[in-house]
């Protein structure tokens, strides 16, 4: 009897050693190594090489040598930090509205802050060419009307319309991390500055806003980047109005003649001002003592403001109302409409775009189902992917759990550009040649919003405990089976959640996209681009209106099943 015990035991851990979950683990670093690691890679070391692949710094010379190039970038820098200021502005009274205050409508607030959150970036940017541009603009038209001048009010083609326009999509990035720590806040640190003499204002401004400075500061940051690697509204708006940043001279570039080395080259400073801020924003956020001692925060009651309360209640309609339900409005109508321009009235009613889009246009009905299937398939690859990392990461299953970690969030500090045309280098060409494919777009989605997902995935992972699948693994189930059959039905809602925000935020992207479509892997964002383009506005409109309804759609379901917040948790 001992014999066969002492027989079995090395076969035993033979099976151990090669059962088919540590494959698993191996094909998951190759996947993050072809999804992350590599394309970064390339794009350095293309920069540095001719295209006969001699080592050069003629690139550099060339992406740096005109001072046009130079301006561009300063012009992202100082964009970013615009857009950052006037986030800041928007977003701080609104998140201390809905944490600290008796504000009613805060629901209200919610939705409009989640309105702005899914409305993509170059439909904000579209909605406020429709509405203040300077010649047809409703804004400036309803101006010239009323008080009979013939000159403009408004002029979005300009450096402030370009940052006021980036700003009203981005600010609640900033809400979510303020309100994240507002909500820390224990109302003792109010009450104990009203002892001593401080007001609800004073009280607030030196005590309650110093404490989740952090937070201000690092939310500031991630909406900086977000603005310095923005495609849409700086081509849309700021191509026409002569402002050239990073993100279209990347896009000149990619014209014919292609110059991918060039422009690796100029991704470099991107890149290392995105680590430097992302390094930054992580020091603030680690800070955690600074809001709460016990990191779970004290009791806290809302601020009775009184008749102040509908004075803030104003601020937050009109944040609400510039961010969403103004472009919202004039999309809506220019999409019913045959000219935009002529304004409301029956006449100029017309169900035409809507059906030139569905039955007539030689590729819409393609691009949005090129669309849906590119999205899904790269968020359901980001989910199993994330799944996988977290649960080998939580799980303590390798030693070198830290690096997978790394690589699953790495894309979290690179500009989506950036990633782009590091896949563009690294698979276009033989021997893989995926240019033009649906899969260099899918895998771009998969890798660009994989962070997303193991952010979701690590955090539900961590608070789910490790018995059921130990007992599972007692009773001889597989370790890939545990994860298949224990783990994840455990986690389905949180899975499902993580799916829906990956889909939603692809079925939008446009500045990965547009550097690695072809002709027959258009997305509805390029389309969106195209039309506004060729100046086709009406049309341009119906098919944001689709992509909309889409979008509404999912976070509905989302909602219902998950809760209203699951787009705005910070996890």
Known sequence: MTGLITEAAPVSRIRVRFEPANLVWIALIAVLLFLVALPIAKLLIVSFETRAGAFTLANYAAAYGRERYVAALVNSLLLGVAVAGVCVVLAVPLAWAVSRTDMPCKSLVWASVLGAFILPPYLTAIGWILLAGPNAGFINQLWRWLTGAHDHLVN??????LTAVIALQSYPLIFIFVKSALDMVSSEMEDAANILGAGTWKATWKVTLPMVWPSIIG????????????????????????????????????????????????SMPLLLI?????????????????????????ARRPIELGAWRWVLLAWCALVG?????MPLLVLLEASFAQAWGRG??????TLRNYQFLLFQHETAMFDVWNTLWFSATAATFAVLIAL????????????????????????????GLVMAIGFYASYAAPPLSLYGTAWIIIFAFTARFLP???????????TLHPEMEEAARILGCGRLATIARITAPLLKKTLLGGWLIVF?????????????????????????????????????????????????????VGMKLLGRDFMLRQN
């Open 274 to 298: 995105t680590l430097a801020m992302i390094g930054l924003q992580r020091l603030l956020l680690s800070r955690k003592g600074f809001v709460s001692q016990t990191g779970k925060g004290g």
């Open 388 to 415: 996988l990392v977290a649960y080998v990461v939580r799980r303590n299953l390798v030693p070198f759990g830290g690096v997978l970690s790394f690589l699953a969030m790495a894309p979290f500090v690179i500009p």
């Open 452 to 462: 997303i997902a193991f952010t979701n995935a690590s955090s539900a992972i961590g």
């Open 321 to 325: 109302i510039v961010s969403v339900l």
């Open 344 to 349: 409301l009235s029956l006449q100029n009613l």
């Open 504 to 556: 939603i935020v692809a079925t939008r992207e446009l500045s990965t996209a547009i550097f690695l479509v072809g002709p027959k892997t258009r997305t509805m964002a390029v389309l969106l681009y195209d039309l506004s383009e060729a100046g086709n506005f009406e049309v341009l409109a119906a098919l944001g209106g689709i992509l909309l309804a889409i979008t509404f759609v999912l976070v509905g």
């Open 219 to 266: 939310g500031a940051i991630v909406v900086f980047l977000e603005a310095v690697a923005l495609f849409g509204p700086p081509a849309i708006i700021g191509i026409p109005a002569r402002i050239n940043v990073a993100a279209t001279q990347l896009w000149q570039f990619f014209e014919y003649p292609v110059r991918v080395e060039v422009a690796a080259a100029y």
């Open 156 to 161: 979005v083609y300009t450096f402030t319309g």
